[in-house]
């Protein structure tokens, strides 16, 4: 007999061994992460045989959930960048409207503006002409400025 076959052997059953525990732990975690709850006895074994607590198996649940959770929300990634970019697109659909509505307003108003400032111009330039009349009646104090120009049928009383 050889040894050293036999010590492989063996070393090889360990580590079979050892690879079945690690994958019982785990089948146990994604169980209960699930949300299927195990027979205790099972349970106990489990945790004995991997050398792992209660502790242990609470934190790799807890884990375990956690990571599924975060994988869900990856799974939504597409979609959420699908719609992302779709509202992006009926947002430059309506930027292209408004810009085109602001042009046509522009267009349509600033003559306007441009009209009413120099509206104001000449108000303001008619301001003074009442006081100027009076101040240029040729005929003081009777109250008739601007009419001396004018003949005496059109006149006022």
Not at 4 to 15: N, P, R
Not at 80 to 92: N, V
Not at 148 to 157: F, I, L, V, Y
């Given at each position: ?39 205790a006895d099972r349970v106990d074994a489990v945790l004995y045989d991997s050398g792992q ?41 309506a930027t292209e409207i408004l810009n085109a509505a602001e042009a046509k307003y522009a ?28 101040e240029t009646c040729p005929y003081p104090g009777t109250g008739r400025a601007g009419h ?10």
């Open positions: 007999m050889n040894l050293t076959t036999l010590f492989e052997k063996v070393a090889g059953k360990q580590k079979q061994r050892e690879q079945a525990r690690v994958n019982d732990f785990r089948s146990l975690v994604a169980a209960i992460a699930n949300g299927q709850e195990p027979d607590s209660l502790d242990d198996l609470r934190a790799a649940v807890e884990q375990l959930q956690k990571r599924k959770a975060m994988k869900a929300q990856l799974d939504t990634m597409p979609n959420l960048e699908a719609e992302r970019a779709d509202l992006e697109t009926k947002i430059g659909k267009e349509m108003v600033n003559p306007l503006r441009w009209r009413v400032e120099v509206i104001k111009g000449d108000l303001q330039q008619m301001w003074n002409l009442p006081q100027q009349l009076v001396a120009d004018r003949p005496a049928e059109t006149r006022g009383p």
